[in-house]
């Protein structure tokens, strides 16, 4: 075990520097790796919409972060993937729930794809006409999510599970939502998330720390700013569900199953919360699991039944999901072996191969540029490293995850959401 901690201990090793702007640059040199993977992030997702700045408050509808991390690749000379076309870069964005992120992987040109990725994050650009033709395009993204059983399926939980916090809406938000979007409303945002105080810079791969620093005081990120003043507004919640049962229909070949639990937000322990939301999914229907061999083997669920958790500011849940001919089956099944396993305590050999997994999967993603830069940033926007996560998994025991199991998964604290094939014509 001390040999596996001292691996993943070096593996997750990076250089640390924070600049005058306020920005956090971490970067992880892998010599020997032909390619380069960057990634600038702020905390700034989907749940993020109310809060004062500079003692205005500020209430947005749904999708407007969704729709920032678009509109931020338009600038006044032009289109950012256009840039990227002429160094070789692949780039992509995405938002979730908590965050925004900016990436690209290079194997060729590395510095100018640093210019292209720190100017267009810090240069909003945005008009009511540039505006209008995003709504268009992004309302086809929502409609194109709202096919999606899976992604229907998350929201339905998350709508049960809650009354007020915004994680019950689409991170895209509505056709509806994304029309109230402004000017005013984007740059209100990007003077309040996009500061760099807020914000990461993570990269990995073929490149020197000198060479990141380097493109960040091109990009006047070594100068220092004064940062807007910003309060986040939640919504006060309770701790049950704000509904225990939701059924729907849409163009599935079978019926889908989902059944969630709201836990208590992990708060300042987060990180280790985290583990532990991760390891019960594992323990209770992961692939070594009894429970998941018998679903199988009796066809009562497809290779995709598993467990996920999510975890943001005033919010944690475990959500167990998949295909099943005979969901009310699986999910009392579901609900027996938690009770049977908070009853007799876990497993101490599963304990230990799920653990082991963990290790794996951590050791895994720390391989390749992409996988540790986007580690290096995942850490760091919980306000953790990749070392205090390992440590906190080794020190981690079935002990504990048994007293966990006398306060989490409660039934009284479920819901269950199924989504039935549409009726013949």
Request: hydrophobic fraction near 35%.
């Amino acid at each position: 075990m001390r040999e596996i901690n001292e691996t993943l201990s070096r593996a997750a090793a990076c250089e640390k520097t924070v600049l005058p702007s306020g920005l956090t640059v971490l970067v992880r040199p892998m010599p020997g790796y032909g390619s380069v993977h960057a990634e600038y992030a702020t905390r700034f997702g989907s749940i993020d919409r109310d809060f004062v700045l500079d003692g205005k408050p500020v209430h947005l509808p749904a999708g407007v972060a969704h729709f920032l991390e678009h509109k931020m690749f338009e600038s006044e000379d032009g289109d950012a993937f256009s840039k990227y076309a002429k160094t070789g870069a692949n780039a992509n964005a995405f938002t979730s729930f908590d965050q925004t992120c900016y990436v690209f992987t290079a194997t060729r040109q590395v510095d100018e794809s640093l210019d292209i990725l720190l100017s267009m994050v810090s240069r909003p650009y945005f008009t009511e006409a540039t505006i209008q033709k995003e709504q268009g395009i992004i309302g086809q993204e929502i409609r194109m999510y709202d096919d999606n059983p899976d992604w229907r399926m998350l929201f339905a939980l998350c709508g049960c599970l809650y009354e007020n916090h915004p994680i019950r809406s689409d991170i895209a938000g509505t056709v509806e939502s994304i029309a109230e979007i402004t000017p005013e409303m984007l740059y209100a945002c990007t003077d309040a998330f996009y500061d760099p105080a807020n914000m990461v810079l993570a990269v990995a791969g073929g490149v020197t720390t000198r060479q990141v620093l380097d493109a960040c005081a091109r990009a006047g990120l070594d100068k220092p700013r004064t940062p807007h003043k910003v309060q986040r507004i939640q919504k006060p919640e309770g701790p049950l569900p704000a509904k225990t049962r939701d059924q729907f229909r849409m163009s599935v070949s079978k019926p889908c199953i989902g059944v969630g639990y709201k836990e208590a937000p992990l708060g300042e322990n987060r990180v280790r919360g985290e583990i532990l939301c991760d390891l019960l999914g594992e323990l209770v229907c992961g692939g070594m699991t009894p429970l998941y061999r018998r679903l199988y083997d009796e066809g009562l669920v497809n290779p995709g039944f598993g467990a996920e958790y999510l975890s943001v500011e005033g919010c944690c849940c475990i959500l167990f999901t998949g295909e099943s001919d005979e969901p009310e089956k699986v999910r009392t099944l579901l609900l027996e072996e938690i009770e049977r396993i908070r009853r007799e305590g876990v497993d101490e050999e599963l304990f230990t191969l799920c653990k082991n997994q963990m290790y794996g999967e951590m050791l895994e993603a720390l391989e390749s540029p992409t996988g540790a830069a986007g580690a290096l940033v995942s850490n760091y926007l919980r306000s953790s490293t990749l070392e205090e996560g390992v440590q906190l998994l080794a020190a981690l025991t079935k002990q504990e995850v048994d007293a966990a199991l006398q306060t989490m998964l409660l039934p009284e604290h479920s819901a269950t959401v199924t989504i039935l094939p549409q009726e013949a014509e």
